[in-house]
């Protein structure tokens, strides 16, 4: 465990102590939740959503100057063919079509959970937001997290949206990504330009949290003694008997002092975690996608964040979790974006993959009470940049899913004004609507009046005309 981890993790710990006798267990698919949870999925490199949501191309569409003529065309180079019967075959074989708010549209056929969803109308899809005033990644993801288009790309010591809300909510932000990103730091109480992060909880490795330790009587009656003279065993216990004696004979005065008390709320916790998971198998769903060859996620990494989201909810009680941080990283598709970029749309959205195998664990009021949003820094440009691939763009698609929301398109899906631009390299997406508009009703949802004390200047944030962002979550 990194030491910066320790030390924010070991911060949380007396509070998770005192949840000790909540320890219960939790049945496999009835997943029970107390309160509200936001989660958001931050796909980093510039996802283009408009791989996986299209126009809608009739083989008897013979009208060229139609927007879904326009656009096949711009992309072709993506697919590698050019013929209009061609692109129109591309169309036929990879999607399906699907109508929501009178307008027909394909979804690709790799995301079936979320035409399931879109068809439940579990999911927003939100049109032409933007965050960034650039096309750098880094400078972006810091606009994104922090909350602000004024964020400095070099202060990352700033605190994030989920920090803060997570702070004003007196609740904890798990942070279920291998590193805990900025959009989890809570504020600093005093200096807008550092960070507290005593509101996060890292959970990366759910299934050996805190500090090893080794059961000797467990593994006794289990009838395995094997582990008891492996190297291993024997440093945790050496470790542990020594701490148990420096924490009684180093004064309270002494600087080594916190290092003791914060190895024993460490050890603590784990113990408290490992009970709690004790008894809560990993379901087979979510092993399936660790484990199994013929289902198993692209991304190891992603797989084992939605495990650690998975007993994240199932010790909701004792994380006091409100909000929770995943991400997914490489999605920046300059070449080869079929190759690429298909596999991980379809970990997140395919059917028995990452959201399909989490959601299907959590009872009806779990889900009802859960919003997953999934966006990134920025989108690609309009046409395609003959590397069978796009470049950088500026505005995007993000998605808004869960049995609360109320679904359907917030934004134009395939502006007429993008005609004239999508035969133009260089043009981007126009961005209409803020996101943080779309975090901030979220969060309004979660607790009334949170998105406006956990993001200045919402009235300057731009909507597109005819959009309605009060009507994203349902009561």
């Known amino acids: ?49 408009r791989h996986i949501i299209v126009p809608a191309y009739a083989q008897d569409n013979d009208d060229e100057d139609s927007y879904a003529a326009k ?64 096309r750098d990644h880094h400078h972006s993801q810091v606009m994104m997290e922090n909350g602000s288009a004024d964020a400095n790309a070099h202060n990352l010591d700033v605190s994030g ?53 080794y059961d000797t009587q467990g593994d006794l009656d289990a009838g395995d003694s094997s582990y008891k003279w492996s190297q291993k065993a024997k440093l945790d216990r050496a470790l542990t008997s020594y701490y148990a004696l420096k924490r009684g004979t180093i004064p309270t005065s002494s600087p080594f002092s916190k290092a003791m008390a914060h190895e024993k709320q460490l050890r603590d916790f784990g113990t408290l975690l490992r009970a709690r998971l004790k008894d809560v198998s990993i379901p087979s769903s979510i092993d399936s996608i660790m484990n199994d060859d013929n289902n198993k996620l692209d991304s190891s990494s992603f797989a084992k964040q939605i495990l650690s989201l998975h007993d994240s909810y199932a010790s909701q009680d004792i994380f006091n979790m409100r909000l929770a941080s995943l991400s997914y990283s490489g999605w ?77 398109l917030y934004g134009e899906l395939f502006p007429d004004s993008e005609l004239d631009k999508l035969d133009v390299k260089n043009k981007d997406i126009e961005g209409l609507t803020s996101m943080f508009k779309v975090y901030a009703e979220i969060l309004n949802w979660q607790s009334d009046g949170l998105g406006d004390k956990v993001f200045e200047n919402l009235d300057g944030q731009p909507v597109e005309d005819g959009v309605d962002l009060t009507t994203l979550m349902k009561a």
């Open 1 to 49: 465990m990194r030491r910066r981890d320790f030390i924010k993790l070991s911060l949380n710990t007396m509070l998770l102590l005192s949840l000790s006798g909540l320890v219960t267990k939790a049945e496999a698919g009835d997943i029970s939740i107390d309160n509200s949870v936001i989660v958001n999925i931050m796909l980093d490199g510039g996802p283009d959503f």
């Open 71 to 134: 656009f096949w065309k711009a992309r072709s180079s993506i697919w590698n063919v050019s013929s209009t019967d061609d692109l129109k075959k591309v169309y036929q074989d990879n999607y399906d079509e699907i109508t929501i708010d009178s307008v027909t549209f394909g979804v690709h056929n790799k995301c079936k959970w979320l035409k399931d969803q879109l068809e439940s109308s579990n999911v927003a899809i939100v049109s032409n937001v933007v965050v960034s005033t650039n």
């Open 161 to 213: 949206w989920a920090g803060r809300a997570a702070t004003e909510l007196s609740a904890k932000v798990i942070s279920c990504s291998s590193e805990i990103r900025l959009i989890c730091n809570g504020p600093h109480p005093t200096d807008p330009l550092k960070h507290d992060n005593s509101c996060v909880i890292a959970n990366y490795n759910s299934r050996e949290p805190g500090l090893s330790s």
């Open 332 to 408: 920046d598709s300059h070449k080869s974006l079929l190759r690429k970029i298909t596999p991980k749309f379809e970990d997140i959205f395919g059917s028995s993959k990452g959201l399909d195998s989490l959601v299907g664990e959590l009872d009806e009021d779990a889900y009802n009470k859960s919003v997953f949003i999934i966006g990134g820094e920025f989108g690609r440009q309009l046409k395609s940049n003959g590397d069978e691939g796009n470049d950088h763009g500026r505005g995007n698609t993000m998605l808004v899913i869960g049995g609360k929301v109320n679904g359907g």
